[in-house]
Every structure is written in C-alpha cells, then in structure tokens.
T-cell receptor, first 118, second 111 residues
C-alpha cells in the first residue's frame, strides 16, 4: 500500500516553543491530507483537512492560528504547533487519502508524533 | 447520539476464542465503512473495508447492516498478536468524505 512518512516521531519541548511536524507521501501524490490528534484512551479527532495549494479547513474548536498547516506540494504537508503549552501534549497523526473509486477512499497514516510539552 | 459508537471494552479473551465487535453509526448518508487496528502509540492500520454483502479475510469477517446502521467484526481463533485496539471508521458522508473514527475497542488475547 501507499507509504506516508511522518517526522519526528517524538518531540519534547519547553512551553512557548513552536514545533513543526512533517508528513510526506513517499510513493504517491496526495492532494488531501488530514491531521488528527489523539489523547490517551480517546479516539482520533480530526483537526484539519489539508489541501494542496489552498488553505486548510479546520474543524470546529481547532485554532487555525495555533495549528498552522501548510500543504505546498503534492507530497508534503506540515503542521506547526505554535507557542505550545502542556495541554497541547498529545499524539498527532497525519494521513493521506487515496481514492480508489466511488465511495472507496482509503487513508494511509503516518507513524505519528508524540508531543510532550514541559 | 455519537457519530460512531463502539463497544467500550476491554475484551479479555483466551487464545483460540471467537470475539465480536459491534459498531453503530448515526449518519445514514455514510457510504464507506472500515475496520482499523491500532497498536498502542502507533498509527491505525487498515484491517478491512466493510461491504454490504459482508466480507471475509482469513479469520476476520466484517458485516454491515445499513437498515440498522450497524457494523460488526468477528475474529475467529484469536491469536496473541490480535491484541490491539479495533477502530470502527465511517465515511461522514460530507463533500470532503472525511472518515470518522470510533473510540475503539481494546482486545487483549491471553495465552
């Protein structure tokens, strides 16, 4: 299947710093990528939909100025957590959508980034 | 009603047992359904798509009941390696076709 590379896998940072997470589709072009956040024992929560060449679409309650998304090419989307605080500590995962026909889209996930803000 | 609701679990079963997971979804316009598997602190991995006619892949059988908006996953002859969290995933039916994840049901298979 398609491969999505996410980097870094783990980040520990001080409160107030910014953290950039990269998500790359290695063997295909992804016009649409998704960013999720997962707190312990909770489900994946969609944060935003990243569309190549246009602004990201954020889910309700997600601050677009805090979680900056850039999807400048068909193989790379980045999420920057600006001025991170301890409550931003979470597991962040990206995914790329592959359409395989009508109503048959599949998601391929990056390996996730565990962010710990001290 | 939550968009995608699953059995809370956890399910603790012995090796060789048969275990069934249930899932209900609220959006009747949903068109695509999947089961994903997620190991602790790892990314979800697609286990199988779920089709109206039901489908089987080895020890795994998935079924869909559109009238009841209900999806199931059956695992036969469970192995230790089946221990994971199983996520029910449904297409939201919106124009973006975003997939909505259930909270997942944790399965622990014991020797």
């Amino acid at each position: 299947g398609a491969v999505v590379s996410q980097h870094p896998s783990r980040v520990i940072c001080k409160s107030g710093t910014s953290v950039k997470i990269e998500c790359r589709s290695l063997d295909f072009q992804a016009t649409t990528m998704f960013w999720y956040r997962q707190f312990p024992k909770q489900s994946l929560m969609l944060m935003a939909t990243s569309n190549e060449g246009s602004k990201a679409t954020y889910e309700q309650g997600v601050e677009k100025d805090k979680f900056l998304i850039n999807h400048a090419s068909l193989t790379l989307s980045t999420l920057t957590v600006t001025s991170a605080h301890p409550e931003d500590s979470s597991f962040y995962i990206c995914s790329a959508r592959v359409d395989e026909g009508a109503h048959n889209e599949k998601l391929f996930f990056g390996s996730g980034t565990q962010l710990s803000v001290l | 009603r939550k968009e995608v609701e699953q059995d809370p679990g956890p399910f603790n079963v012995p090796e060789g047992a048969t275990v069934a997971f249930n899932c209900t979804y609220s959006n009747s316009a949903s068109q695509s359904f999947f089961w994903y598997r997620q190991d602790c602190r790892k990314e979800p991995k697609l286990l199988m798509s779920v089709y109206s006619s039901g489908n089987e892949d080895g020890r795994f059988t998935a079924q869909l009941n559109r009238a009841s908006q209900y999806i199931s996953l059956l695992i036969r002859d469970s192995k230790l390696s089946d221990s994971a969290t199983y996520l029910c995933v449904v297409n939201s039916g919106g124009s973006q076709g975003n997939l909505i994840f259930g909270k997942g049901t944790k399965l622990s298979v014991k020797p």
